[in-house]
C-alpha cells in the first residue's frame, strides 16, 4: 500500500512556477550557497532550525525561478548514507555493526557528507555505538544537508517538521520535504509517504 501511495507521488506536479521540480542537483547547491551565507564560529554547530529556514528559503527562491540548465553547477556530490565495507561472517556482521559510530566518527568530523548523515542516524536511533541524542542527531543532519546531502536535507525536514531534535516548524519542515520529494529524494518521498498517511 505503502508503495502504491509513493508511486503516485513519484508523478505529482511540483508546485513551481515554471511548472516543473527544482532537480536533487539543483536543491544541492542551493542549500549549500545558503547555508555558507550563515555565520557560524568555526568552533561552533550550524543551527538546525537556521539550516531548515535558509534551505527552505533557497528552494523557494529557486522554484519560483526560471530553473535553466544545470550545465554551470557543480556536480551533485554523493547522495545518502556511509557506505560500510560488507561484513561476509555473522561474527564480521556483529562486530561491523555494534561500532558503526567509530567507523564513520572521523570521516563526519573531516566533513564527508555520508558520514554526517549517518552519525545523525545513529545518533537518533542510539544504535551503532552512538548514544541516542536526537539534538545530536538534528546538527548531523543539519551539517550534511548544509555540504549537500539531500536526502539528510529531507531527513532535518522531519526534524523540524516534528520538532525532533529541533524547534518545531512545520510549514519550513513540510515545504523541504515536498521539495526533496518532488526532485525525487528517496528520503523525501518517504517522509512526503507518511505526511500523506498522517493526513496532512
Not at 539550516?51 to 547522495?79: C, K, T, Y
Not at 561472517?89 to 564513520?104: H, I, K, Q
Request: with cysteine; glycine share 12%.
Amino acid at each position: 500500500q505503502m508503495l502504491s501511495l509513493l508511486a503516485g507521488l513519484w508523478a505529482c506536479p511540483y508546485p513551481a512556477r515554471s511548472g516543473t521540480a527544482p532537480s536533487l542537483r539543483q536543491i544541492s547547491h542551493a542549500v549549500r550557497v545558503a547555508c555558507q551565507s550563515l555565520e557560524v564560529p568555526g568552533d561552533m554547530w550550524l543551527e538546525p532550525e537556521d539550516a531548515a529556514f535558509v534551505a527552505a528559503r533557497a528552494i523557494a527562491a529557486l522554484a519560483a525561478s526560471d530553473l535553466g540548465g544545470e550545465a554551470e553547477l557543480p556536480q551533485l556530490p554523493p547522495q545518502g548514507e556511509y557506505r560500510f565495507p560488507a561484513a561476509n561472517t555473522p561474527e564480521a556482521m556483529a562486530a561491523a555493526t555494534s561500532d558503526r559510530f567509530g567507523a564513520v566518527e572521523e570521516a563526519a568530523h573531516a566533513g564527508d557528507a555520508l558520514a554526517m548523515h549517518t552519525l545523525g542516524l545513529l545518533h537518533y536511533s542510539g544504535v551503532g555505538g552512538a548514544s541516542w541524542d536526537e539534538r545530536e542527531s538534528a546538527y548531523w543532519h543539519a551539517a550534511a544537508a548544509a555540504a549537500g546531502n539531500v536526502e539528510a536535507l529531507a531527513t532535518l525536514g522531519g526534524c523540524v517538521r516534528r520538532g525532533v531534535g529541533a524547534l518545531p516548524d512545520e510549514p519550513t519542515g513540510v515545504a523541504i520535504i515536498e521539495a526533496c520529494a518532488a526532485a525525487g529524494s528517496p528520503v523525501g518521498l518517504v517522509k512526503l509517504g507518511v505526511l500523506h498517511e498522517e493526513g496532512e
